[in-house]
């Protein structure tokens, strides 16, 4: 729960230096699997944590999302590690104790 707060604030980082207009409404898509947030370049917010694996992901049609305009930002993104686009950016995030 403690990374996924950190994710969150990545993502909301990231939309926010886009131009999301309301930064603190970007949320965790958990129940919806990807989120759209209009912006300079537009942001899609998936999270893969509630999905079986990569063909699921593939299924929602991940890979046209990839390939359009927009950013993409994929949270739990080693479950669908074969469908992510071969050139990615991958960020990981430990968490050390509380603050850290």
């Not at 509630?50 to 080693?78: H, I, K, M, T």
């Amino acid at each position: 729960a403690k990374g996924g707060r950190k994710m969150a604030r990545l993502i909301r980082a990231v939309a926010e230096g886009l131009g999301v207009k309301n930064p603190a409404a970007v949320t965790s898509p958990t129940f919806v699997l990807i989120q759209e947030y209009p912006a300079r370049l537009p942001v899609y917010h998936f999270d893969a944590y509630r999905l079986s694996g990569p063909r699921e992901f593939a299924e929602l049609g991940a890979d046209e999302y990839f390939a359009g305009d927009g950013v993409c930002l994929v949270e739990w993104a080693d479950k669908v590690g074969p469908t992510l686009p071969a050139e990615h950016l991958r960020i990981a995030i430990t968490v050390v104790d509380e603050s850290r």
